[in-house]
């Protein structure tokens, strides 16, 4: 099968990701299960796959680190997709993430209601957790297209890559991809602030420099949202305080402690023939608060079933709420 084939097929069958390398059949992740849908790549297929998918700035990168990270746009199918290209047994191996074509709305994707309450929020620490292919990039998204609609305000994204494309309407939109318009996330954090926004998405943080850095955005007064591989809310908060070294933890709790607004834990999981998102919710009130400051996150989720009312919930109380 041809590139173009493969895509065409992957959106048809409304996959969520796709994965493929020379010797093995093309397989498509469709409500979680993987599907067969042709037999095995041969090796001169594989070559103009990834002539067609690779762009020409990061052919060099591929070869010299084996990996490269980008986004590739379909234009018969008006379709933008997120590829990793990967080295298996010394052969190339493609991972390929589906991005929805259009933006779906925080109704459709059953994303927590307390996240309404900030789309006005004038600055604080948005983040959304959980496993690769749990919907973060989509939730993120869902929010961000709902904020634009109802203020005024300068997006920027830092992303790797570029995933969903926002229209600027009432809003100014600078979307930056890793590579081609910042180098490293947290010089980019850092710099932001230079630029003026009102609210700043980081696709990922990945170490303790553009933590920090989201802090003090926060602080400075952007709301600020970003993602983690984290499976709860203890967690995320524990994953905060040991990405620094032992002699700052300290006056991380304060900060991470004094600028949180909401951790999301999200997962999805299989009702009937698709699939659901569960979410934890962690919002930041005085007893949160107090909790992370003095680093007592296994008492988190008490702070969360006893403020239900307030939209809190722990995974437990989600995946009842489905029926699960």
């Known amino acids: 099968m041809k590139l173009n084939e493969i895509l065409a097929e992957a959106v048809?069958?409304?996959?969520?990701?796709?994965h493929l390398t020379i010797?093995?059949?093309?397989?498509?992740?469709v409500a979680g299960e993987l599907v067969k849908i042709c037999e095995t790549l041969t090796p001169t297929e594989m070559e103009k796959i990834l002539a067609e998918l690779v762009p020409a700035r990061l052919v060099e990168e591929l070869n010299s680190k084996l990996a490269a990270d980008f986004s590739h746009v379909e234009e018969k199918l008006s379709r933008r997709f997120r590829v990793n290209v990967y080295y298996q047994r010394k052969m190339p191996a493609v991972a390929v993430r589906l991005i929805a074509a259009k933006i779906p709305t925080l109704e459709e994707i059953?994303?927590?209601?307390?996240?309404?309450?900030f789309l006005t929020a004038a600055q604080g620490l948005i983040l959304v957790t959980g496993r690769t292919g749990s919907g973060k990039s989509?939730?993120?998204?869902?929010?961000?297209?709902?904020?634009l609609k109802v203020r005024p305000c300068h997006l920027l994204t830092l992303e790797d890559p570029i995933e969903f494309e926002y229209a600027a309407e009432k809003s100014f939109v600078s979307q930056r991809e890793l590579g081609q318009d910042f180098l490293n996330f947290a010089d980019a954090v850092r710099t932001a602030l230079r630029e003026m926004p009102d609210v700043l998405l980081i696709g990922e943080i990945r170490d303790a420099e553009t933590m920090h850095a989201a802090l003090e955005a926060s602080a400075a007064g952007v709301l600020v949202l970003a993602t983690l591989h984290?499976?709860?809310?203890?967690?995320?908060?524990?994953?905060?305080?040991t990405m620094f070294p032992l002699v700052q933890r300290d006056a991380i709790r304060d900060l991470f402690a004094d600028e949180f607004s909401a951790i999301i834990s999200q997962q999805l999981v299989k009702i009937g023939g698709g699939r659901k998102c569960a979410a934890e919710v962690l919002t930041a009130n005085p007893a949160a608060r107090s909790l992370v400051r003095q680093g007592k996150y296994v008492q988190l989720p008490t702070v969360m079933l006893s403020n239900a009312a307030a939209g809190m919930q722990t995974m437990d109380a989600a995946l009842k709420?489905?029926?699960l």
């Open 12 to 18: 048809k069958l409304g996959a969520s990701d796709l």
């Open 23 to 29: 010797g093995q059949p093309v397989f498509l992740r």
């Open 110 to 117: 059953g994303a927590p209601k307390v996240l309404k309450k």
């Open 138 to 147: 989509t939730t993120i998204a869902a929010f961000l297209n709902e904020l």
């Open 230 to 241: 984290t499976k709860s809310a203890a967690e995320t908060a524990m994953r905060v305080e």
């Open 321 to 323: 709420r489905l029926g």
